[in-house]
Each structure stands twice: as C-alpha cells, then as structure tokens.
C-alpha cells in the first residue's frame, strides 16, 4: 500500500494563475475528485489564508502552505504546485508583508498531530536552497522523487 501522502495527480507544474483564490480552486478539483477532502475545503484553505496567512519568504522561491480545519479532510494528501509566475501573498505571522510566491505546499491533513509531522518536514528543506530549485525547475514525476526521497511526503 502506498502511504505517501502525495501522488503524480497532486502534483502541478508551471501552472499559470493570476492570485491565491485561482490556484486553490484549481489544485484542489483533484482531492475533491477523490473524496480525499470535502466539497467546501477550496472556499475554507481560502477563508483561512484571510485570516492565517501562510506565506514563507525563502530562497530563491518564496513558498505558501495553505491549510485548513482538519474537520474537511477526509483523506491525508500533499498538493504540490509549481507557479510560471509567482503570485502575491502574505507572509505567514500577520505582518502585512507581502512576498511572491513561486512554490505553494497544499496540506489536507485530518489529525493535528500529523499537520505538525509534516510541518516540521516541510521546514527541513525550506531552508535548502538546491532542493526549492529542483522543486521548482522540475517535472511532476521529478517533483514526485523529491517529495518521496528528500521530504519523505
């Protein structure tokens, strides 16, 4: 049984999006497909970010792990996506600062203490410069090898 919590059809490449509320509405049709998450997760990760900003103003890709309530899961997954053109985000901590954001992390996560889990793997590489890159410059089953080998997704 495959255990990782992203798969190639969570996984978007260079997509092309004009702000946060496009992208969430497009790289969540696949979890809502799959009965992974609940219709109404898009319109809660986008009422969160609102409120919780989740912007990361890493090197040399500004990076976003958009979330929600853990109530609209119903099936632990990690969406990854890669944008052509970065959009405009707030960073995480209400500063009303703002960053662009090149690499954005999905988290549809049913338990809290399993949000944490991926968090902290998730921060492990934020700060490694090479490995944003390769993200970002890479194809879906690139992406796909990095997530399984490097942050174990």
């Known amino acids: 049984m ?16 004009s702000n946060f509320e496009e992208l969430i509405l497009l790289i969540t049709k696949p979890l809502v497909a799959d009965g992974d998450v ?13 409120n919780f900003p989740t912007g990361l103003p890493t090197e040399p890709y500004g990076v976003a792990i958009p979330h929600t309530d853990s109530k609209f899961v119903r099936k632990n997954k990690v ?16 500063t009303d600062e703002k960053i662009d954001v090149s690499i954005v992390f999905l988290l549809a996560l049913g338990q809290s203490n399993k ?8 921060m492990g590489i934020l700060n490694k410069e090479d490995v944003l890159t390769r993200i970002k410059e890479g194809s879906k089953e690139k992406i796909y090898e990095i997530t399984k080998n490097e942050i174990q997704l």
């Open 38 to 50: 609940v219709e109404e997760f898009a319109e809660q990760v986008i009422k969160r970010e609102e």
């Open 115 to 122: 949000q944490l889990n991926i968090l902290q793997k998730l």
């Open 2 to 17: 495959n255990d990782l919590l992203t798969e190639l059809n969570n996984i978007f490449v260079d997509i092309e999006v």
């Open 79 to 94: 969406t990854i996506a890669t944008l052509k053109q970065p959009i405009e985000m707030e960073v995480m901590g209400g």
